[in-house]
């Protein structure tokens, strides 16, 4: 069983629109968790971090449910500038981060 | 505001050449690592680094040696490249425990 797992997509909405992404992960014993955005043929760059209470950064909501093992991202009023792959990493101490394969979004106008 | 710094960014290699890849960080971080990126998979870790002169073997290590000398400094080897090492490898380095990776640009590696 992979780490983290994430839905590869493509989830295709219009701007404006909100949609929302889920991680799971496997291991009871991670420590930290975080959103990325990779873009194509870019290196990854967080966009958040993810708590247990919740977080929100503008139009960006991160949820965890470490009972069920899961995050999520929810991004409200889609740009065109959305569109990248998101990945959820999970930090199991000693700084071994865990990488889902990324979940594709594609903004169209 | 370098960051991360990968070197090279492109590479073809033959089968069996072998090749160093660079990885600088400028924010005193104590641990760096490498990572593969294959289609589909997402990024798996090949090794890591606890501090200077410390290296340990991730998901993916065969094939690879590193070392790190400097603090600032991490290197990948392939002492005999093969086809199924061709990938996207990103290095990528943090500072406290449990904050976040800071990733370098990344080097698209060809093995023919």
């Known amino acids: 069983r992979k780490e983290v797992e994430q839905d590869p997509g493509p989830f295709n909405v219009p701007e404006g629109a909100t949609v929302a992404f889920n991680c799971t992960y496997s291991n009871s014993a991670s420590q930290s968790f975080f959103w990325y955005r990779q873009d194509c043929r870019k290196e990854p760059k967080l966009l958040m971090s993810v708590y247990s209470s919740g977080n929100e950064d503008g139009r960006f909501t991160a949820q965890l449910n470490r009972a069920s093992q899961y995050i999520s991202l929810l991004i409200r009023d889609s740009k065109l500038s959305d569109s990248a792959t998101y990945l959820c990493?999970?930090?199991?101490?000693?700084?071994?981060?865990?990488f889902g394969s990324g979940t594709k979004l594609n903004v169209k106008p | 505001n370098a960051g991360v710094t990968q070197t090279p960014k492109f590479r073809v290699l033959k089968t069996g050449q072998s090749m160093t890849l660079l990885c600088a960080q400028d924010m005193n971080h104590e641990y760096m690592y490498w990572y593969r990126q294959d289609p589909g998979m997402g990024l798996r870790l090949i090794h890591y680094s606890v501090g200077e002169g410390t290296t340990a073997k991730g998901e993916v290590p065969d094939g690879y040696n590193v070392s790190r000398l400097k603090k600032q400094n991490f290197l990948l080897g392939l002492e005999s490249a093969a086809p199924s090492q061709t990938s996207v490898y990103f290095c990528?380095?943090?500072?406290?425990?449990?904050?976040?990776?800071?990733f370098g640009q990344g080097t698209r590696l060809t093995v023919v």
């Open positions: 990528a380095s943090t500072g406290q425990p449990n904050t976040e990776a800071f």
């Open positions: 990493v999970v930090n199991r101490g000693l700084n071994k981060f865990y």
